[in-house]
């Protein structure tokens, strides 16, 4: 059925999962971003609406993600429509959650809507990773590729892009803590080394394979003792106040694991449980406050789906 008008929600990612640095990521269920998407009889797109960035979006859709992957997208099917996009933003910006993914994602999938599906998920992809370019300055896929396609994912080559996804173990649960704190994605790439030692790099890649074999086997311990950033971790704890004891507390209440989403400020850690990671949400918390950073929880199983029709 061609519609002239959807409503798309697409999800909030988490990047990197410790060990993949730029290649690994998943999709939680909450937040993410409501995108309203309609036909109009004007010959551009538009952003009508934006809610919740507090005003630091551009409502310019040439400089708005949600504009220009809508734009692109158009132009690569050969098509011609204006578009009117309300955007409703129901995450932070800025804090290491795939906020601008999220933007491009639902945009994506409801023009794809719109105009009768005529791309598949993985051919929308390229699309976003540019969105993600013009918002951070790098065309990275490890946030838009959870986002769109849902799960966990793994970027097994840039060039050619190769992405997979892979499988959801049923019980994990992730825990995601934004401290009100912001990290700009480009300031945070730019503190890290252009080169890593041989010793680093063999611990990494152990790490990298693991967490993927502990994904694919449902594994929870090997997930757990993968779960392990020896490369940019240590670099970026630097930004966030209080880390070391912040990822200590989130052991101690049984977290598998815990590391920076994506470029940060916001924590994850995994964990089998509903009741856990809520203990570890309160955990987190607690060592944030001790530096008086206030802190937004979610607790949420992985969201193997990705974006969804609201209606
Ligand atoms: N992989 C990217 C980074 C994700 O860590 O810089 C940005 O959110």
Redesign the pocket.
């Known amino acids: 059925m061609l519609r002239d008008s959807v409503r798309v929600y697409a999800p909030a990612t988490v990047?990197?999962v410790a060990c993949g640095?730029?290649v690994l990521g998943f999709a939680l269920y909450e937040p993410g971003d409501e995108i309203v998407m309609r036909k109009t009889n004007s010959d551009k797109t538009e952003i009508v609406l934006i809610t919740g960035d507090g005003g630091k979006l551009s409502r310019d859709a040439s400089k708005n993600t949600a504009g220009v992957v809508v734009d692109a997208f158009l132009q690569h099917i050969g098509q011609k429509t204006g578009i009117a996009i309300e955007l409703h933003k129901k995450m932070p910006l800025g804090s290491?959650l795939?906020s601008s993914a999220a933007s491009a994602v639902a945009a994506l999938f409801a023009i794809n809507e719109l105009m009768g599906q005529p791309l598949t998920r993985l051919e929308m992809l390229p699309f976003a990773m540019e969105a993600e370019r013009l918002a951070c300055g790098a065309a990275?896929a490890?946030?838009v590729a959870p986002s769109l396609l849902g799960g966990f994912t793994l970027v097994r080559s840039y060039e050619p892009l190769d992405v997979i996804k892979l499988n959801t173990p049923p019980d994990l649960v992730a825990t995601v803590v934004h401290p009100h704190i912001e990290i700009r994605?480009e300031d945070?790439?730019s503190i890290l080394r252009k080169s890593v030692t041989l010793k680093d790099a063999i611990i990494q890649w152990g790490n990298v394979g693991g967490l993927v074999a502990g994904l694919l086997m449902s594994d929870y311990a090997l997930i757990g003792r993968s779960l392990h950033d020896q490369i940019v971790e240590p670099l970026r704890a630097l930004l966030i106040p209080n880390f070391a004891q912040v990822k200590k507390a989130a052991m101690q209440a049984g977290a598998l694991g815990c590391s920076i989403s994506?470029?940060g400020p916001s924590i994850f850690a995994l964990s089998t449980s509903h009741e856990t990671g809520q203990r570890i949400a309160d955990a987190i918390t607690a060592a944030f406050a001790e530096v008086n950073i206030a802190t937004d929880c979610y607790v949420s199983p992985i969201n193997a789906e990705g974006p969804r029709l609201l209606d």
Do not use: K, L, P, Q
């Open positions: 990047a990197n640095f730029d290491g795939g990275h490890d946030n994605t945070a790439r994506g470029s």
